[in-house]
């Protein structure tokens, strides 16, 4: 059995993050508080396939190394929350259950946002983190398949972070899942699908719901999740697009307090103290009476329902709540200490359907398979960035001209800091190195 601290210097040395989201270091999680560890299988978002393709590829790998990182942090219970209609994926794990008494699947609803730590937490425990608080705070730790994964070979194969697994999908020719070296570009990435089938596509990092749009040389890093290519012209690019002036006129004219925002709200059909109705009354208004509701700001989890979905007007509240929010911290306002409410009793009826999601997105058209493909992709060039997760970024310990290897430290962890440092995906020499990233050109 490998020990807790030993553990966490592996997870650390080896640049792992949580390989989705905000990217929080995931040594960060590995706690002695925690008694229960959860795999987070629930695909949170419509059209992305990789953790689900990942784990019923690797079904032995991923459940061997959540043991022994609970033997090391003296954890008594696993959870696989997986979504009961990924079939082959549930069949998978649940041939290797016999050799792992302590781990147990949990099914999961087939509804957005079954993959939000919080939503995921009560579905599968019937606890209720604290508005504000962390899961650590109930004893949950949450890691995703693939972030799991990377602590496999981490562990088995003293393999750091160099590649990610990417979901390529939308208008292209052959929709897939590749294993592509970090720092490759998105244009690059996504002519491994084939042809772009509309001309000037726009490409979506991410997922529909909460995804970014970005230009086609924006970096695959080690939160990349998803490259959705889309016509201009699509509604979920329309919203994205959307200006924060315009928004909040918009609202001022039409926003008729239905309340639908709140009512669909996951977090506070929890509990928690966000009631986004109430936000875009006071703001609209320009009412500040009621400071607790801009505060309350602070408990939004961005999962964007709320305007993706929830508003028959179309309006924007996700988008206006972080405005607010950011400013709030911006000027060092830090979030409010609440009570705790009790769950709502209507929530279950509430739960939003993926199939729904996906046809209100228009996007039922891209549900197609998207295989996984792990063939090696050889690539001229790469630029690492330097930060690609949450915390101080990495201090580059090479210099130009250097020869280096893949799997090599390029830049270590900021010292007294949450960082992580980052390694070469390719075999190279380095070109260029900035505050930013560092270029690798391959060995020729």
């Given at each position: 059995m490998?020990?807790?601290?030993e553990?966490i210097?592996v997870?650390k040395d080896s640049g792992?993050c949580?390989?989705?989201?905000a990217g929080?270091p995931s040594?960060g999680?590995?706690?002695a508080r925690?008694k229960?560890i959860?795999l ?13 393709q990942v784990?019923?590829?690797y079904?032995?790998e991923?459940?061997?190394?959540l043991?022994?990182?609970a033997l090391s942090?003296g954890?008594?219970?696993i ?9 082959k994926?549930?069949e998978a794990?649940r041939?290797?259950?016999h050799s792992?008494p302590?781990i147990?699947i949990g099914?999961?609803p087939?509804?957005y946002p079954a993959g ?8 599968l425990?019937g606890?209720?983190?604290p508005?504000?608080?962390i899961p650590?705070q109930?004893g949950?730790?949450?890691?995703n398949v693939?972030t799991?994964?990377n602590?496999?070979?981490a ?5 750091p972070?160099t ?10 020719e ?5 294993y592509?070296p970090?720092?490759m570009?998105?244009r690059?990435v ?7 089938l ?15 749009l ?6 695959i890093?080690k ?7 889309l016509?201009?012209?699509h509604?979920?690019?329309q ?8 928004n909040?006129?918009?609202?001022m004219?039409?926003c ?9 709200c ?6 928690h103290p966000i009631?986004p109705?109430?936000?875009m ?8 009476q009621?400071?607790?509701?801009f505060l ?5 989890c961005s ?5 993706m979905?929830s508003c028959h007007q179309g309006?924007?509240p996700r988008?206006?709540i ?5 400013g709030?911290r911006?000027?060092g306002?830090?979030?409010?200490k ?5 769950v709502k009793?209507?929530r279950?009826l ?6 729904r999601?996906?046809?209100r997105?228009?996007?039922d058209?891209?549900n197609v398979?998207?295989?996984?493909d ?6 001229d060039?790469?630029?690492i960035?330097l930060s690609?997760?949450?915390?101080a ?9 250097d020869?280096?290897k893949?799997?090599q430290?390029i830049?270590q962890a900021a010292?007294?800091a949450?960082?992580?440092p980052?390694?070469?995906s390719i ?6 190195i900035?505050d930013?990233?560092i270029v690798?050109?391959?060995a020729k």
């Amino acid at each position: 059995m490998i020990e807790i601290n030993e553990l966490i210097d592996v997870v650390k040395d080896s640049g792992i993050c949580g390989a989705g989201g905000a990217g929080f270091p995931s040594y960060g999680k590995i706690d002695a508080r925690a008694k229960t560890i959860i795999l987070n299988c629930a695909e949170c978002e419509p059209l992305l396939r990789l953790h689900r393709q990942v784990l019923e590829k690797y079904p032995y790998e991923i459940l061997s190394t959540l043991y022994q990182m609970a033997l090391s942090i003296g954890c008594n219970r696993i959870i696989i929350g997986v979504k009961e209609a990924y079939k082959k994926t549930v069949e998978a794990v649940r041939a290797h259950l016999h050799s792992f008494p302590i781990i147990e699947i949990g099914l999961l609803p087939e509804v957005y946002p079954a993959g939000d730590e919080v939503v995921l937490i009560h579905e599968l425990t019937g606890k209720v983190v604290p508005a504000g608080s962390i899961p650590i705070q109930v004893g949950v730790a949450v890691f995703n398949v693939e972030t799991v994964f990377n602590i496999y070979q981490a562990l088995n194969n003293k393999k750091p972070v160099t590649h990610k697994f990417i979901t390529i999908t939308g208008e292209v020719e052959y929709p897939c899942t590749k294993y592509v070296p970090l720092g490759m570009s998105v244009r690059d990435v996504v002519a491994l699908a084939g042809k772009v089938l509309v001309e000037d596509p726009v490409y979506l990092m991410g997922g529909p719901m909460t995804g970014n749009l970005v230009s086609e040389y924006e970096l695959i890093t080690k939160t990349s999740n998803a490259i959705i290519v889309l016509p201009e012209d699509h509604q979920v690019v329309q919203k994205k697009r959307g200006n924060t002036q315009i928004n909040m006129k918009r609202a001022m004219a039409s926003c008729c307090q239905c309340e639908m925002c709140t009512d669909l709200c996951p977090r506070n059909l929890l509990g928690h103290p966000i009631e986004p109705h109430l936000f875009m009354r006071a703001a609209t208004s320009g009412s500040t009476q009621d400071v607790g509701t801009f505060l309350n700001t602070f408990f939004c989890c961005s999962c964007g329902l709320c305007e993706m979905y929830s508003c028959h007007q179309g309006l924007a509240p996700r988008t206006l709540i972080t405005e607010y929010k950011n400013g709030l911290r911006a000027n060092g306002v830090k979030p409010p200490k609440v009570e705790e409410a009790p769950v709502k009793k209507q929530r279950a009826l509430r739960r939003v359907p993926i199939s729904r999601l996906r046809a209100r997105l228009g996007l039922d058209k891209y549900n197609v398979k998207a295989p996984l493909d792990e063939s090696y992709i050889v690539v001229d060039h790469v630029r690492i960035k330097l930060s690609q997760h949450i915390g101080a970024p990495a201090v580059p310990i090479v210099k130009v001209g250097d020869v280096v290897k893949e799997g090599q430290k390029i830049g270590q962890a900021a010292e007294n800091a949450l960082s992580l440092p980052v390694h070469a995906s390719i075999d190279g020499v380095v070109a260029e190195i900035n505050d930013r990233d560092i270029v690798i050109r391959a060995a020729k």
